[in-house]
């Protein structure tokens, strides 16, 4: 079972009233909800202030409810105000009843919630894009320890450093923008994957140097899928790379039996009928080719190498898949 509460705020008392924080909220429960084949994926519970006051109160009730009980996945996604208080040195997601001292839900309380959910929560995603709150990746004295600890089968993903700002723009966060579409397919992996470290490196590639950071921290032995769209080569392709590939060094070879769009060179071919069978298997090993699982081995191009009675191979990229699926693993 895998559960998920999402948390937009954008009606804080005027001037801080946000514009992108609901539509982020509900985008992201939407995608959330399902997979790329329509099949289900988090039952999630939205919090939006659209549809009602989100207050401390009722926050923290929300989170508590969200850490009980078991499930392979709990995520929480907030999008609101985030602040730092200096003097007690604690963040807190700001709600629409927070005010000095008590601003929302601490941080620290709820890294703490999530520490303590395990094992019967196995995983837990932190998500949130608000000012301030990579400080949730910089905690102290969580436990009994007093030690700085991220807990076992936490993930936390931040829009930007405890020292800095969540930017908005054309109705988004820029953070949850990016987000979106990342697990929309842009940070799937070869399988149709998307993890918390695929989704952190497409925010980190997006965004500019210049602008705010993305803070990724986790504390995981394996890594949890989001969400999961088409693979980007079908999984029966990679499951014959063994096949077509007996060892990861092999060389396959091809011939112009395997290619029917032949160009400037169907004259020179015309007596070389192709090969059905032999076609289908180089249409495979195209769709390898695009997504970086095979190359050439003489020529620039897939075409030249079948035309030119050439050959291909596997990347390191794909000698990984073809161990995979001879171990069937996938």
């Not at 909220?25 to 289900?40: K, T, Y």
């Not at 985030?82 to 709600?95: A, H, P, S, W």
């Not at 970086?292 to 030249?304: A, F, I, N, Y």
Request: proline fraction near 5%; charged fraction near 20%; include cysteine.
């Amino acid at each position: 079972m895998k559960k998920a509460l999402v948390v937009g705020i954008n009606d804080y008392d005027p001037p801080n009233q946000l514009r992108g924080c609901v539509n982020d909220a509900i985008e992201l429960a939407a995608l959330l909800e399902a997979n790329g084949d329509g099949s289900p994926n988090f039952d999630v519970r939205r919090m939006i202030s659209s549809e009602g006051a989100v207050t401390s109160q009722c926050l923290h009730e929300a989170i508590t409810e969200l850490f009980s009980g078991e499930a392979e996945t709990a995520l929480l996604y907030f999008a609101g105000h985030g602040i730092l208080n200096d003097e007690t040195n604690n963040g807190f997601l700001v709600t629409q009843d927070g005010s000095n001292p008590n601003w929302g839900v601490s941080l620290s309380g709820i890294l703490q919630q999530a520490n303590d959910a395990h094992p019967k929560i196995k995983s837990t995603v932190i998500l949130l894009d608000s000012c301030q709150s990579g400080f949730a990746g910089e905690v102290s004295g969580l436990g009994k320890s007093g030690v700085s600890v991220i807990g076992n089968g936490v993930t936390i993903l931040t829009a930007c450093h405890k020292d800095g700002f969540a930017a908005e723009a054309s109705g988004h966060g820029k953070f949850t923008d990016i987000m979106l579409d990342g697990l929309g397919g842009a940070a799937s992996d070869i399988l149709g994957r998307v993890t918390p470290a695929s989704l952190y490196a497409h925010v980190d590639q997006t965004l500019g140097a210049w602008e705010q950071r993305p803070i990724y921290k986790a504390n995981v032995q394996s890594f949890v899928a989001l969400r999961e769209v088409s693979p980007k080569v079908p999984k029966e392709v990679l499951r014959r790379l063994p096949k077509y590939f007996p060892t990861a060094s092999h060389v396959f070879a091809l011939d112009p039996s395997f290619e029917p769009d032949r160009g400037e060179e169907a004259e020179r071919l015309k007596g070389i009928p192709v090969d059905d069978d032999n076609e289908r298997i180089y249409r495979e090993l195209q769709q390898c080719n695009r997504h970086g699982l095979v190359v050439p081995s003489e020529h620039e191009h897939m075409w030249h190498s079948a035309v030119f009675s050439g050959g291909c191979r596997l990347t390191a990229t794909g000698a990984h898949f073809r161990r995979l699926a001879e171990k069937k693993k996938i």
